[in-house]
């Protein structure tokens, strides 16, 4: 044990994460192990092995690959806390620990937020000769409305997530478990409605019951692609992706003067410690009327039904 591998102690946590449902976490994990072992070029790595100049180096390696601050950040924060793991198991505290010294400072990044003006003009488009597009338009277009679902959220709803007669759209966050509770809107329940399966459990069959991670991955990937279609077609100054409906509904609630709180909770965030520490949960009610707020436009022009967006 003495001699534990530290590529394979990190695959064993990477399985762990799979195991526990957490893909995208083991898909990072995945990442920084092959990324150090190309660094490192040796078949064999003993964690007791690791020293401070490696660590720099290795960071300057991503670094020298052109990759983004954050997403430097990201691979040496996941290295860092895989090393901890294996030292606490082991039983080991290194005389000079390989991350002494070492600060992550996270780099702004450009907003990725569009007006609610452009969630209009989504709508609006015209898809007759687009169909794949017209589709992510309309899936994106409910992320914005059930206060910036994450699509990771949307595909994995089934008819099991709606209760209270079909009122409230109840699921839990496939990345933090965090429980949402939705009302839901007529402009949702028409967007549910048309695309509905009656032959899938999910509400929008994207998926089938065995799809793996990696198929999941391959949908997103064409999802993303279709939006950034569409914002080409519409000469947006942001690269469309599914998580700018997400930021959308969030600025959009900041500048309708929603709490910050009411925003916390709706986006299903952990880390408002304000809010999840000593404020009470807060009444469906009061996060639907937050939502109603910021989805009222969009909401009278898909109620309409008349849109390009539904004449295909």
């Known amino acids: 044990m003495e001699k534990k591998d530290f590529y394979e102690s990190m695959r064993k946590q990477e399985r762990k994460k799979r195991e526990a449902g957490a893909e995208s976490t083991a898909d990072l994990y995945r990442a920084v192990r092959n990324r150090f072992f190309r660094f490192c070029g040796k078949e064999v790595f003993s964690y007791k092995d690791l020293r401070p100049p ?15 601050v954050n997403t430097v950040n990201s691979y040496i924060s996941c ?14 505290r290194p005389k000079i620990h390989p991350f002494e010294g070492i600060r992550l400072k996270r780099e702004e990044t450009a907003k990725r937020a569009v007006t609610v003006n452009v969630m209009e003009e989504i709508a609006r488009l015209n898809y007759k000769d687009h169909p794949d597009q017209a589709q992510a338009a309309g899936l994106a277009l409910f992320c914005f409305m059930a206060c910036g679902m994450p699509f990771v959220d949307l595909v994995h709803l089934t008819k099991d997530n709606i209760r209270e007669g079909g009122r409230i759209l109840t ?16 402009g949702m329940k028409f967007l549910i409605d048309r695309y509905a399966d009656p032959a899938s459990p999910y509400l929008f069959p ?8 990696e198929q999941y991955k391959a949908i997103l990937a064409v999802h993303n692609r ?8 519409l000469h947006l100054p942001v ?12 600025s959009e609630a900041y500048r309708q003067h929603i709490a910050i709180n009411v925003i916390s909770q709706a986006l299903g965030h952990t880390s408002e410690k304000m809010t999840h520490h000593y404020l009470a949960r807060l009444d469906t009610r009061e996060i639907g009327n937050a939502n109603d707020l910021v989805i009222n436009k969009v909401e009278k022009l898909i109620r309409k039904e008349k849109v390009p967006l539904f004449m295909i």
């Open 54 to 68: 490696q660590v720099i180096d290795f960071m300057s390696s991503l670094r020298n690959e052109r990759l983004c």
């Open 79 to 92: 290295f860092r806390a895989m090393y901890n793991k294996i030292c606490r198991e082991m039983r080991y």
């Open 171 to 186: 699921y839990h966050r496939q990345k933090t478990g965090t429980l949402i509770q939705i009302r839901i809107s007529p």
């Open 206 to 213: 994207l998926l089938s019951e065995n799809t793996s991670h």
């Open 226 to 233: 279709r939006l950034k279609e569409i914002g080409e077609r």
């Open 239 to 250: 690269s469309m992706t599914s998580y700018v409906f997400r930021h959308t509904w969030a």
